[in-house]
């Protein structure tokens, strides 16, 4: 799973043409990869945990919330998706 996603920017820049192309390439095949790595990881291994890092944000879907370091969210949405 990618922990630290935001970092990319750092490395890829800003709207570098062959880097938008890559993502615009991309979003037409898969989107929440986050959700969908968590849903199939729990599947898989039949667990409900997961470890985050701290100050994480993985997306605004109910599973990427559950999973973010705020507790705030994390509480409320884990009784809902899990």
Not at 13 to 32: D, N, R, S, T
Not at 50 to 76: D, M, P, Q, Y
């Amino acid at each position: 799973m990618d922990c630290v996603g935001g970092i990319a920017v750092n490395a890829a820049g800003y709207c570098h043409p062959a880097v938008v192309y890559a993502i615009k390439e991309q979003a037409e095949k898969l989107m929440h990869t986050s959700n969908a790595a968590l849903k199939l990881a729990s599947k898989v291994t039949e667990k409900t945990g997961f470890i985050a890092a701290k100050g994480s944000f993985h997306g605004r879907t109910l599973g990427s919330l559950s999973v973010t370091f705020e507790t705030k969210f994390r509480s409320r949405i884990n009784k809902a998706v899990w």
